[in-house]
T-cell receptor, first 114, second 114 residues
């Protein structure tokens, strides 16, 4: 069974600085998707970024980028120029290419300090 | 184009009562997923449905919980004879196709059992 681990329950970053959130996963599959979702205090899950495992190039979305290391099964999220609105729970998630179910990590609570 | 709509946003029930949570997927989406989030935890998969079919209910407790997605109308997650341990946020998500790789989440329904 696939598992997703986020080893940092809480992180903090100064406004305008850069922070990296860690995620590792365990799977025997070779084709899959990885995601970072953000859950602000409003509780709605918002997709931040996604990565297809067959793509070697790391995904980027404005200030958000990932460091995808397939052999190490690592998928970290880097947030540049952190903003107060980035404060939220961040969840790493895995989905097999032909799977129906997302597997979520336990989350990392990010605080942004003014 | 409305997103995934869930109602009620908040529901309070006494032990032994029934809870019904509704989810209308995004327009054009025929795949619905239900997840449960306990306080300070990640999302746990419960059930995956397509119109009139339950595809995967491996994450749903065998007793007291049921889900449906009828041909017409919203998907419904039903919890009978609720207990305090059922208190959680229940999230619905939808996707256009089975393997699009992305889920769109609703804002969740928070169930409190007194």
């Amino acid at each position: 069974a696939q598992t997703v681990t986020q080893s940092q329950p809480e992180m903090s970053v100064q406004e305008a600085e850069t922070v990296t959130l860690s995620c590792t996963y365990d799977t025997s599959e070779s084709d899959y998707y990885l995601f970072w979702y953000k859950q602000p205090p409003s509780r709605q899950m918002i997709l931040v970024i996604r990565q297809e495992a067959y793509k070697q190039q790391n995904a980027t979305e404005n200030r958000f980028s990932v460091n995808f290391q397939k052999a190490a099964k690592s998928f970290s999220l880097k947030i540049s120029d952190s903003q107060l609105g980035d404060a939220a729970m961040y969840f790493c998630a895995y989905r097999h290419l032909y799977g129906q179910n997302f597997v979520f990590g336990p989350g990392t609570r990010l605080s942004v300090l003014p | 184009n409305a997103g995934v709509m869930q109602n009620p946003r908040h529901l309070v029930r006494r032990r032994g009562q029934e809870a019904r949570l509704r989810c209308s997927p995004m327009k054009g989406h025929s795949h619905v997923y239900w997840y449960r989030q306990l306080p300070e935890e990640g999302l746990k998969f419960m059930v995956y449905l397509q119109k009139e079919n339950i595809i995967d209910e491996s994450g749903m407790p065998k007793e007291r919980f049921s889900a449906e997605f009828p041909k017409e109308g919203p998907s419904i997650l039903r919890i009978q004879q609720v207990v305090r341990g059922d208190s959680a946020a229940y999230f619905c998500a939808s996707s256009f196709r089975e393997n699009t790789g992305e889920l769109f989440f609703g804002e969740g329904s928070r169930l409190t059992v007194l």
